[in-house]
């Protein structure tokens, strides 16, 4: 690039042109091979896993990664927007766990502890999304309009959400719920859930939008440069509360695979799983700077932290001490990831 | 300026433009008159009110008074953001660029081609941002990231961007103000190219020389007002210095009464600081040599992108140079570390009091001794007595109105402030007292009284570099140097004419 750049104006012929374009390819395969950074540490995690034990890498096995994986994929899919457009939701944890909930107590009986409504299913279903978008609005609104820093706001979500699931359940455990509710776990699809199959086309739109849609790309733009973005005439404001709404609707339909996986709703439910959330998302590339990353890298980045669980479940690590391999797996993969990546985690 | 047969009729064409932000009149006659084919270049010293003028002919300030026409025809109003964008964009020195994004996406940002379906297809925006780039000559790759572009590729982005909307008229706000000598050229280069093709161009720019470079026409503002709109080739240097000096100023002495009566350089005293060959990094400033003797006064002026601030800051040891050394007493001066520099015996008061100069949520006593308190106490531990003492005769010597030592800095007045950063450069007693825009924001009366501190330490045989925009500030030196695009190209001795040095500081050399 120096040769084009020091020749002096006027003079750049066509050669020097074809080469500047050639270094905008080079350019581009770089940016493609920055992308797949994770996948050779994830084959060596499958390698390391099937020579450490037999079952490892099972047809069994490899499903049940999937699909202990599906909830926390729709919850990094929806962290990941928020990053990109250059803000913060912790509370989607407690999403997790209040809007299906929501959803459960409508539907349920009061003598299993629900609300006594006795919804329909579908109503109770079409609720958990709808109370994961007004949740998600509200702390948009809180955040966008109303300028709070999104950090605090969102973590006083996180702790009012789990109060009040705490508070609505009296801290009991809800079962006994419809079987639809479970169903996005418990159905399966050429043998794989269907909340594996849901995750991944969710993750394949949202890949497909943020590469080939207008508002994808105003999400990056958003992100990048919030001035610029105005200026192009984005309505910077309206994309980023869009995006707040849309992440809350995934986060409970992530809330509602969870349910399926676990066959009832803890008032923990979700509880500790942002931390995870935000690491698999800075290790697969995303930016907490706003304006970087793809679903891809976010995609990789909950599988390998999916195998490490599995990994740690499989070697029989005595149970009291597994929180603290696996937060320090976690920060040995941020820092892989940083000294493969080659650039720093902003 | 008197009627032709047939006046081309001006692309953009503002008359008695007013605006006031509340008791503050940024502009009282604001006129332009930009034909069509030309570049146009709008000057004034700081405060001469251009960036009210752009923001107005650009719709995003509307004027109190006044009319803005483009092609004859009215301006849209401001809030009809599309209809400006056709008529006039500029290119401001914080870019309005995604630099995650690449080239061709930032070209079309939030228009971007779509193929079927309403997506968006990569190739066909290559294609097109390949044609718009070529259209232009703009020899940048489409595909490249936007972030990795140099400055003035940046600004070409930008420019070509705002042609696609269909303007011919580009803003160029202060485009050289980052760039070196040779980006300089490569930007004159693609200006004058773009200007054949039919671009016409309002430059704004600190540089007269530059002016002479690229523009046909200038446009000269002082004090809010416009003072002419003339040909370049019928205005020499002198007159458009005089022009934006202003005629008082222009025949006011440096000298005067009060300065007589100071005392007087004191030559031949034993050299305090000696210079050589000092480059800084990334070409700021190029073999800079000069000698301080004691109790001399030495200032340095130039324009914002001279590299005066940081040939100053190098003193204080904020930047490591690239070459080059200095003495202090006869012993090197260590580059690179502040805590050196302090114990070499260098004091700063530094550019930003708010950025650099002062904690607003410490106390006075806390700001005024930060850089002394090891003499205040062993093994790190901090004597209140002792500094509440130092703190006491600082606030007494420098006559800071506060309520006391403990009072936060954060509610001082600026002009409070900014003796509190004097207190504190002054605290260590320095061998050499680099003062960096002194009295920026500071009241009249605070104003005298931080000036008068550098008499008194200039008796107390202290050397002084005052770095500073204020032509007051540099009136109290014995010698002003002044930085040119980081080259020393003048040495005014006390006494000059404000336009002699203003002519200086804008690279004007006068036969």
């Known amino acids: 690039m120096a040769d084009t750049k020091t020749a002096a104006p006027g003079t750049t012929s066509g050669s020097a042109g074809g080469s500047a374009t050639s270094r905008g390819y080079g350019n581009m395969l770089l940016r493609r091979a920055r992308e797949l950074t994770l996948v050779p540490a994830l084959i060596l995690l499958l390698v390391l896993g099937a020579v450490l034990n037999d079952s490892f890498l099972t047809e069994r096995n490899l499903i049940s990664i999937l699909g202990a994986s599906a909830a926390l994929a729709m919850v990094v899919l929806a962290e990941s927007l928020v990053l990109i457009v250059g803000k913060f939701d912790l509370s989607l944890e407690s999403v997790v766990g209040m809007a299906p909930a929501l959803g459960a107590l409508l539907v349920l009986p009061a003598a299993s502890s629900g609300f006594g409504t006795e919804w329909p299913a579908w109503a109770g279903l079409l609720a958990i999304l709808i109370a994961g978008a007004v949740l998600g609005a509200v702390n948009g609104v809180m955040v966008v309009r109303f300028k709070l820093n999104a950090f605090i706001v969102t973590l006083a979500m996180l702790i009012v959400l789990r109060g009040v699931l705490v508070g609505t359940t009296e801290g009991k455990t809800l079962f006994g719920m419809p079987e639809a509710f479970y169903s996005l776990a418990t159905t399966t699809f050429l043998t794989i859930p269907m909340s594996v199959w849901c995750a991944a086309a969710a993750f394949g739109v949202a890949g497909f939008l943020l590469k080939y849609h207008r508002w994808g790309r105003a999400l990056y733009a958003v992100g990048g440069n919030p001035e610029a973005a105005r200026a192009a005439g984005i309505r910077v404001e309206r994309v980023m509360l869009g995006v707040f709404v849309i992440a809350g609707t995934l986060a409970a339909l992530g809330g509602l695979m969870q349910t399926g996986y676990v066959g009832a709703i803890n008032a923990n439910q979700g509880q500790n799983m942002i931390f995870t959330v935000f690491a698999a998302a800075v290790i697969g590339g995303i930016s907490l700077d706003g304006g970087k990353g793809t679903m891809f890298g976010a995609l990789t980045g909950v599988l390998l932290l999916g195998v490490v669980q599995n990994l740690l479940t499989l070697a029989q690590v005595p149970s009291f001490w597994i929180q603290a391999i696996y937060g320090g797996i976690i920060l040995v993969a941020l820092m892989i990831a940083r000294l493969t990546s080659g650039r720093a985690q902003d | ?511």
């Not at chain 2, 696609?164 to 202060?174: A, F, K, N, P």
């Not at chain 2, 002479?212 to 240097?237: G, H, M």
């Open chain 2, 1 to 511: 300026m008197s009627a032709t047969d047939a006046p081309p009729r001006p692309l953009l064409a503002a008359e008695g433009i007013t605006k006031r932000y509340g008791t503050t009149m940024a502009l009282a006659d604001g006129r332009l008159a930009v034909l069509p084919g030309e570049s146009h270049a709008l000057v004034g010293r700081n405060g001469a009110g251009k960036s009210t003028l752009v923001s107005i002919v650009t719709g995003l300030q509307t004027p109190d008074s006044g009319t803005v026409a483009f092609d004859g025809e009215p301006a849209p109003p401001t809030a009809d953001r599309d209809a400006w964008r056709r008529k006039v964009a500029c290119v401001y020195q914080k870019p309005t660029v995604v630099p995650g994004l690449t080239v061709a996406e930032n070209l079309f940002l939030n228009r971007q081609p779509t193929g079927r379906g309403g997506l968006l297809s990569w190739r066909l925006l290559r294609s097109r941002a390949t044609e718009l780039l070529d259209a232009w000559d703009i020899r940048i790759s489409p595909e490249a990231v936007t972030a990795d572009l140099k400055v003035e590729d940046r600004q070409m982005v930008e420019i070509a961007r705002a042609l696609s909307y269909g303007t011919r008229l580009i803003v160029l706000d202060e485009p050289t103000a980052q760039l070196d000598n040779r980006e300089i050229e490569r930007l004159f280069a693609r200006m004058r190219a773009l200007q054949e093709s039919g671009v016409t161009f309002l430059f704004i720019s600190h540089h007269l020389q530059e002016v002479y470079e690229v523009c046909q026409t200038v446009t000269v503002l002082r004090d809010a007002r416009w003072i002419t709109t003339e040909s370049v080739a019928d205005l020499p240097y002198e007159g458009l210095v005089e022009a934006m000096a202003g005629e008082a100023a222009a025949g006011r002495a440096g000298g005067g009464p009060e300065a007589a009566a100071r005392p007087g350089p004191v030559v031949g005293g034993p050299v305090r600081l000696a210079v050589r060959g000092l480059t800084g990094a990334r070409d700021a400033f190029t073999n800079v040599s000069f000698t301080i003797r004691r109790g001399e006064v030495v200032g340095l002026a130039g324009s914002s992108a001279s590299g005066k601030i940081e040939l100053a800051e190098t003193f204080a040891g904020l930047f490591p140079p690239a070459a080059g050394e200095a003495e202090l007493d006869g012993a090197a001066l260590p580059f690179g570390d502040v805590r050196a520099a302090l114990d070499a015996g260098v004091g700063c008061v530094p550019r930003d009091r708010h950025e650099q100069g002062l904690v607003a949520g410490m106390t006075i006593a806390d700001n005024a001794t930060m850089s002394v308190l090891d003499r205040l106490g062993r093994f790190g531990f901090v004597g209140t007595g002792a500094r509440r003492n130092v703190a006491g005769a600082l606030i007494e010597r420098l006559d800071i109105h506060a309520e006391g030592s403990e009072q936060q800095v954060g509610a001082l007045s600026g002009g409070n402030a900014q003796k509190v950063v004097m207190a504190r450069a002054l605290a260590s007693e320095p061998k050499l007292l680099v003062l960096i825009n002194p009295t920026a924001g500071v009241d009249v009366k605070s104003k005298e009284s931080l000036l008068s501190r550098v008499d008194s330490a200039r008796e107390d045989g202290t050397a002084l570099l005052v770095v500073s925009d204020e032509l007051d500030d540099l009136r109290r030196c014995d010698r002003v140097l002044v930085l040119f695009h980081g080259r020393v190209v003048a040495e005014h001795p006390a006494g000059w004419q404000d336009r002699d040095l203003i002519a200086s500081i804008e690279g004007v050399h006068r036969g």
